[in-house]
């Protein structure tokens, strides 16, 4: 147990929790300044015309803009299991963890160099910027349970998601400084590239000074390569599916929920925009309430996974999302119910943020739990391929979403398309009351290689 441990043990431990936490806060950058709030209305309006004579005249750059998140999405599917039974079988998980971090911040970097009408230049470094992004998680969330007991991983998981929100606010921040979305002011919206990649390398480094390899005494045998033990493992681990049936049904539950995510993350502030027509003001105090509502919704719900269990939690986040999808369905009904009940002039705009609070929460206590419930189901001698196949689930989930969400919104209103996160969260939940929580720890347990 973690409290039995000697000084000189929990402090090399909060260390590397601590190492842990930041590459969360590191890589938030490029999460929230790309994908979510800033690059992605670059794209969508500035980088690919818009057509006037359509009703959503940004139609095409919201498909691109979803299609190039989605082909990223699929090479990590292809390399994810993989990538995560090497790293298991030759203690490379730093490694691996330090290489898409460089990917990452190199490409990022480079969307300085996009500018207006170069559509296909901006698409690719996107794909790559979070092929490298997406990578990133999969192994550092394979840390995970060697940081702590089984009991706290929800706790170290919550302080991570949380932690990185602050990171997002700082790098937004700083993104903010380069002024109005307009061509006109274009050669100053070319930094949030360099921007966020200069983040993302700084916050970084605590990561690599203080997280240390798990060290598995596996051996290697000198006549087997690593690319063949890595391709052994991973059907191995297929072939042990049903040993850990809990695990399976769960990541079918969160195949799901990511493709909600997925579309949520990439299309919230898009949909803001151009279906709630949010402006300046708007963003900048929704995207404050979503980074702190989402790290005390990551932190609160990773005390209480610990108090009530992952499945338990994991639930009520989904509920919570139906509930957001209902409310921002319905916004200006409701809006204009409010106003006449209460004597209130609200605005629609200002309504839709109050709900994206809520938003905030659940999205962060969400991915929080679904780590921390992976983690609870996962051997620590397969930690790497589980999280890969963390990865697998919630990376062709996205690519799925991110396809079917592109082309629904060009034969149906943007509105009409957000639909389709509302069932996907219903779906996950349906799923998700087939999983027996305590029999997955206890596979987890008694596995043996």
Same mark, same amino acid.
């Given at each position: 147990?973690?409290?039995d441990?000697?000084?000189?043990?929990? @402090?090399?431990?909060?260390?590397?929790? $601590? %190492?842990?936490?930041? !590459?969360? !806060?590191?890589?938030?950058?490029?999460?929230?300044?790309?994908?979510? /709030?800033?690059?992605?209305?670059?794209?969508? *309006?500035?980088?690919?015309?818009?057509?006037?004579?359509?009703?959503?005249?940004?139609?095409?750059?919201?498909?691109?803009w979803?299609?190039?998140? =989605?082909?990223?999405?699929? !090479?990590? /599917?292809?390399?994810?299991?993989?990538?995560?039974?090497?790293?298991?079988?030759?203690?490379?998980?730093?490694?691996?963890?330090?290489?898409?971090?460089?990917?990452?911040?190199?490409?990022? !970097?480079?969307?300085?160099?996009?500018?207006?009408?170069?559509?296909?230049?901006g698409?690719?470094?996107?794909?790559?910027?979070?092929?490298?992004?997406?990578?990133?998680?999969?192994?550092?969330?394979?840390?995970?349970?060697?940081?702590?007991? @089984?009991?706290?991983?929800?706790?170290?998981?919550?302080?991570?998601?949380?932690?990185?929100?602050? %990171?997002g606010?700082?790098?937004? /921040?700083?993104?903010?400084?380069?002024?109005?979305?307009?061509?006109?002011?274009?050669?100053?919206?070319?930094?949030?590239?360099?921007?966020?990649?200069?983040?993302?390398? #700084?916050?970084?480094?605590?990561?690599?000074?203080?997280?240390?390899?798990?060290?598995?005494?596996?051996?290697?045998?000198?006549?087997?390569?690593? #690319?063949?033990?890595?391709?052994?493992?991973? /059907?191995?681990?297929?072939?042990?599916a049903?040993?850990?049936?809990?695990?399976?049904?769960?990541?079918?539950?969160?195949?799901f929920?990511?493709?909600?995510?997925?579309?949520?993350?990439?299309?919230?502030?898009?949909?803001?925009?151009?279906?709630?027509?949010?402006?300046?003001?708007? @963003?900048?105090?929704?995207?404050?309430?979503?980074?702190?509502?989402?790290?005390?919704g990551?932190l609160?719900?990773?005390?209480? *996974?610990d108090?009530?269990?992952?499945?338990?939690?994991?639930?009520?986040?989904?509920?919570?999302?139906?509930?957001?999808?209902?409310?921002?369905?319905?916004?200006?009904?409701?809006?204009?119910?409010f106003?006449?009940?209460?004597?209130?002039?609200?605005?629609?705009?200002?309504? $839709?943020?109050?709900?994206?609070?809520?938003?905030?929460? %659940?999205?962060?206590?969400?991915?929080?739990?679904?780590?921390?419930?992976?983690?609870?189901?996962?051997?620590?001698? @397969?930690?790497?391929?589980?999280?890969?196949?963390?990865?697998?689930?919630?990376?062709?989930?996205?690519?799925?979403?991110l396809?079917?969400?592109?082309?629904?919104?060009?034969?149906?209103?943007?509105?009409? =398309?957000?639909?389709v996160?509302?069932?996907?969260? #219903?779906?996950?939940?349906?799923?998700?009351?087939?999983?027996?929580?305590?029999?997955?720890i206890?596979?987890?347990?008694?596995?043996?290689?």
């Amino acid at each position: 147990m973690t409290h039995d441990l000697s000084p000189e043990r929990k @402090k090399s431990r909060n260390l590397q929790i $601590f %190492g842990w936490c930041m !590459f969360d !806060f590191a890589n938030s950058s490029y999460t929230t300044v790309i994908i979510s /709030v800033v690059y992605c209305e670059i794209f969508t *309006q500035l980088i690919v015309p818009s057509d006037p004579n359509s009703v959503n005249p940004f139609q095409h750059g919201n498909s691109l803009w979803a299609w190039a998140l =989605a082909i990223s999405y699929l !090479f990590v /599917v292809l390399t994810g299991p993989l990538f995560g039974a090497i790293t298991d079988y030759s203690s490379t998980k730093k490694l691996f963890l330090f290489l898409s971090y460089v990917g990452c911040v190199v490409a990022t !970097f480079a969307l300085y160099y996009v500018n207006p009408g170069m559509i296909w230049l901006g698409f690719v470094l996107v794909a790559i910027s979070n092929f490298f992004f997406a990578s990133g998680e999969n192994f550092a969330s394979s840390f995970l349970p060697f940081l702590g007991e @089984k009991e706290d991983l929800g706790k170290i998981s919550g302080y991570a998601w949380g932690i990185g929100y602050f %990171g997002g606010i700082g790098s937004v /921040v700083l993104a903010t400084t380069l002024g109005d979305y307009t061509l006109s002011n274009f050669e100053n919206l070319k930094l949030v590239g360099p921007y966020t990649a200069v983040f993302f390398m #700084l916050a970084a480094i605590p990561t690599f000074i203080f997280l240390k390899e798990p060290k598995l005494p596996m051996g290697h045998p000198s006549n087997i390569s690593f #690319l063949k033990e890595g391709i052994r493992r991973v /059907v191995t681990t297929l072939k042990d599916a049903s040993h850990f049936r809990d695990l399976m049904v769960y990541l079918v539950s969160l195949f799901f929920t990511m493709a909600a995510l997925a579309i949520v993350i990439s299309f919230a502030f898009i949909y803001g925009s151009q279906e709630i027509h949010i402006e300046a003001q708007h @963003k900048q105090v929704m995207f404050i309430f979503i980074q702190i509502s989402a790290a005390l919704g990551a932190l609160a719900f990773g005390v209480i *996974q610990d108090n009530i269990g992952a499945k338990k939690t994991f639930n009520l986040t989904l509920v919570l999302w139906l509930a957001v999808c209902g409310l921002i369905y319905i916004v200006a009904d409701l809006t204009q119910f409010f106003n006449s009940v209460l004597g209130t002039s609200w605005t629609v705009q200002w309504v $839709f943020v109050a709900i994206s609070s809520l938003a905030g929460m %659940g999205l962060g206590s969400t991915q929080s739990a679904s780590r921390a419930m992976v983690g609870i189901f996962s051997p620590e001698s @397969k930690s790497g391929e589980f999280f890969g196949m963390w990865g697998l689930s919630g990376k062709i989930a996205a690519a799925a979403g991110l396809f079917l969400f592109g082309f629904i919104q060009t034969i149906v209103s943007l509105k009409n =398309a957000f639909l389709v996160v509302a069932l996907f969260y #219903l779906i996950s939940l349906l799923i998700n009351l087939l999983v027996d929580e305590e029999r997955g720890i206890k596979a987890a347990q008694e596995f043996k290689e």
